[in-house]
């Protein structure tokens, strides 16, 4: 099974001004390490996306949306752990 990593950015659009973790090995716990991210120091839309295996990243959820388009102009957008993210985020984000 291919080993698969999220990040969680606290501003999807400039990582540099706010909080990035990478490394996080499951989408659950990046769930729970963006939702630690206070409210109050929140001035870009956070998120949670994969790291492909060449460095890529995949936003996965943006700002409160999944833009299935743009995740399919990926070329990693078929592989199962991509598709995988993508159920699971729209499950947990309705």
Not at 69 to 86: L, R, T
């Amino acid at each position: 099974m291919k080993k698969v990593n999220f990040f969680v950015a606290e501003c999807m659009e400039f990582k540099s001004l706010g909080e990035y973790w990478v490394q996080i090995p499951s989408f659950e716990e990046a769930v729970r390490i963006m939702n630690r991210i206070p409210p109050e120091r929140m001035n870009g839309g956070r998120g949670i996306g994969i790291i492909t295996d060449e460095g890529f990243e995949i936003p996965i959820y943006d700002n409160g949306n999944i833009d299935e388009e743009f995740i399919n102009s990926f070329p990693e957008a078929s592989e199962e752990y991509v598709q995988e993210a993508v159920r699971k985020a729209k499950k947990m984000f309705k």
